[in-house]
């Protein structure tokens, strides 16, 4: 019989500051620009 795991209750706002977005994530890639005209 597996044992249970006790898991913490979620809280928002717990992973701020993992993940960073590049200020310019929206602009078009100079690699598709080809296949975008």
């Keep these: 019989m597996p044992r ?3 898991r913490r209750k ?3 706002g717990s992973a701020k500051g993992l993940i960073a ?3 310019d994530f929206d602009a078009p ?3 598709f620009k080809d296949y975008m005209e």
């Design 4 to 6: 249970a795991v006790k």
């Design 10 to 12: 979620r809280q928002f």
């Design 21 to 23: 977005m590049a200020p």
């Design 29 to 31: 890639l100079e690699d």
